[in-house]
């Protein structure tokens, strides 16, 4: 069956335009097979990234400045040969087919979601505390039912952005190169984006290249949810007042108009490392339940569907 819908689709390669195509193949391929279990390149990156960190981030440096420049080093040799190399394969579509569907993330981000709800939707919050720890790095372990919840839609709405609507978006605009500087960088972001002592000047050049290069993706992110939530007035609202109050300046607006399309209270505090942050409130004062964990997962996949047809009228207006 899956062999049959994978024709089906690959068919559309020649009879509507490419690159609406490949999107839609590459969905279609992600969300029949999600990631592989073996050798996925961005796991193999991350090694890598692991062991060039270990050598060039001195913490015995006082200088902010040198530690910075080493960071900047870090990411430039790590992303500039894959991106090279994506600049190569970009005439072939069977590269920009396998890229892409590599890069995308929406049959992982909804397989852990349902890994979250279904515990909860069983009163079995301590298996849910370790089904969320895979999705955030947030402390889990004196989590209730609520911030359990609150946490698994935090990071449907956030990661929908980096793992989907962001990739699609480079694509669009870049091609195969734009995916791979996408993805990479947002791995390093993940990976060294933190203000620890470790991370606080060698993660800044990841970091700040993340936030540039999903400042607008973020926002037609945002834009997204609120169309195709139950609430758009109340997520524009939402987006409009309180998204530029986080520290992230993408992930407020994102979270902020989810979180008002879905009509349900997200953000407030949160413990990282054992230290308790404070976030900006967002949403409606109804608090969020198991049951909206998969209204999030609903939410990105009829987003999905909304940009597929944006970029079908956009590849043929632009024709």
């Given at each position: ?144 039912q609520t911030d359990v919840s609150r946490a698994a839609i935090e990071s449907v709405l956030e ?108 953000g407030g505090t949160a413990r990282y490392g054992g230290l308790t942050r404070a976030r900006p ?39």
């Open positions: 069956m899956q062999d049959v819908l994978l024709n089906r689709v690959m068919a559309l390669v020649n009879d509507v335009h490419p690159m609406v195509a490949i999107c839609a193949a590459a969905l279609l391929i992600d969300w029949l097979f999600g990631e592989p279990r073996f050798a996925h390149p961005l796991v193999g990156f991350g090694r890598m990234a692991t062991r060039v960190e270990g050598r060039l981030n001195d913490l015995s440096w006082s200088s902010p400045l040198l530690r910075r420049f080493y960071g900047l080093l870090a990411v430039f040799s790590l992303v500039a040969p894959p991106v090279l190399l994506a600049f190569l394969l970009d005439g072939f579509w069977w590269a920009q087919l396998a890229g892409l569907s590599l890069a995308l993330g929406a049959h992982s981000l909804v397989s852990h979601a349902r890994a979250v709800s279904w515990p909860l939707s069983l009163g079995n919050v301590r298996m849910a505390r370790t089904e969320v720890a895979r999705m955030v790095s947030r402390d889990t372990r004196e989590m209730d990661n929908g952005n980096d793992a989907i609507f962001a990739t699609l978006f480079w694509f669009v605009v870049a091609g195969l190169p734009g995916v791979v500087l996408h993805r990479l960088v947002n791995t390093l972001d993940a990976m060294w984006g933190y203000r620890t002592p470790r991370f606080r000047h060698f993660g800044w050049a990841a970091a700040r290249l993340d936030d540039l290069l999903n400042l607008v993706p973020a926002r037609l992110t945002a834009l997204s949810y609120a169309l195709m939530g139950r609430h758009p007035v109340i997520a524009v609202r939402e987006w409009r007042e309180k998204g530029h109050l986080w520290a992230s300046p993408n992930a407020g607006p994102v979270l902020a108009a989810g979180a008002g399309a879905m009509g349900r209270q997200l409130v967002v949403g409606p004062q109804v608090l969020p339940g198991h049951r909206d964990i998969e209204r999030a997962c609903q939410l990105v996949l009829r987003s999905v569907l909304f940009w597929l047809l944006a970029i079908l009228v956009g590849a043929y207006a632009l024709a």
